[in-house]
């Protein structure tokens, strides 16, 4: 009986890694390309901006929505309805070839980001039913090492095709559409969740976290660290195609973030992780004074040393994060209480994605500029509590 619920409990993890991997990588691949093309299709930093506002909407609309669904019986259920609309998406924009209006292109970025950012707080609870509690970050470590492994091989490949014109856009969405498909097969093999336990509503848990000093801090200091982030991730596409004019760089620096995240990973063998957080905050610091010199230096090798670093720190604490909030809080508020975070980090996302196309359009060096001095002043205030 030992041995047979062993081989179930490695199968259903083997089935939830398969199934957020292979989803990743599409979406990975998805993502690369879009930033790219959007500054060939469009010529706009502010339309990048725009568009990965629009995302960060379809994730706030989705923080909300998941909380509920999570706490819920239909936890399964809404991961197969996602996966399946998500696929459907896909082939309808590749056959039409609709992406090329730009309105039309922001509700599509919109539609499929719902997948994407529904799924995250229904894993991350369905984990947290599914897996062991003393299993959780090994299981969590596990889980970010694939994802950056993956991140290392996709964009330069990707982008590297995209650029020698021998991957279209249309060709990319059906490859996203592919890696739905698996990742639905994935999700219907999984045990059913047999969740009695009523959830709280979120004026319960917001409540909860307010009471909880720690937990309150750090889901507000996440929030703004996703709004100077959003700044860093419309800085790499522009960095390599209007600074050093070279768009296949692109997929190379989000390889180089990825080595940064495997780094990362990995030094938790060493650098054990607490639940202060504090070698993260000030790898994040050391990171933004790192990334402070590309302005004056235009170095590509400086680039891919600052996000490096700055990847490894975010990593570390992202795992970190994640662990503290499925050991700390109870499962019947563990649905709502990830909700609430992911809401913060997703305004975030809304709000600086359109301040940052905006500023970027502006002035690179005051942009950069803004994104450094957030890190700094966002860490300092964690670290000062301690």
Request: glycine share 6%.
């Amino acid at each position: 009986m030992f041995l047979k619920n062993e081989v179930l409990l490695i199968s259903t993890e083997y089935k939830i890694i398969t199934s957020k991997t292979v989803s990743f990588i599409g979406t990975l691949g998805f993502n690369a390309v879009l930033n790219i093309w959007i500054l060939h299709y469009f010529h706009s930093s502010a339309i990048l901006g725009n568009a990965n506002a629009y995302i960060g909407a379809s994730a706030f609309i989705c923080s909300i929505v998941g909380g509920y669904i999570a706490d819920g019986k239909h936890l399964k259920s809404a991961l197969l309805i996602s996966d399946l609309i998500a696929c459907l998406v896909c082939v309808i924009s590749a056959v039409t070839q609709a992406f090329k209006e730009l309105q039309i292109m922001y509700v599509i970025v919109f539609l499929l980001n719902i997948n994407v950012y529904l799924n995250s707080p229904l894993f991350k609870t369905l984990s947290g039913h599914l897996i062991a509690k003393d299993q959780l970050v090994k299981f969590n470590v596990k889980l970010s090492f694939l994802i950056q492994l993956v991140t290392i091989i996709i964009p330069p490949i990707f982008t590297s095709l995209y650029s020698a014109s021998l991957l279209s856009f249309q060709t990319v969405l059906f490859v996203n559409a592919a890696s739905f498909f698996i990742s639905f097969i994935c999700v219907y093999q999984l045990p059913k969740i047999h969740n009695k336990k009523k959830g709280i509503n979120y004026q319960k848990a917001l409540s909860n976290i307010l009471k909880y000093r720690v937990l309150l801090l750090l889901i507000i200091t996440g929030g703004l660290l996703n709004l100077i982030l959003s700044g860093f991730n419309i800085l790499s596409p522009i960095y390599a195609t209007q600074t050093l004019h070279n768009s296949n760089l692109y997929g190379y620096f989000l390889a180089f973030e990825s080595v940064g995240g495997i780094l990362g990973i990995l030094s938790i063998k060493w650098i054990k992780l607490s639940d202060n957080i504090l070698f993260e905050r000030w790898s994040l610091v050391f990171s933004a004074l790192s990334l402070l010199l590309i302005i004056f230096f235009k170095s590509t090798l400086l680039f891919i040393f600052s996000i490096s670093i700055l990847s490894m720190s975010i990593s570390r604490y992202n795992v970190s994060v994640q662990s503290f909030i499925q050991k700390k809080v109870a499962l019947v508020q563990l649905g709502k209480v990830f909700s609430i975070s992911f809401m913060f980090a997703n305004l975030g996302t809304i709000i600086g994605s359109y301040l940052f196309g905006q500023l970027f359009t502006l002035s690179l060096p005051a942009a950069i500029i803004t994104i450094c001095l957030g890190l700094v002043l966002i860490d300092l205030v964690w670290l000062a509590k301690e």
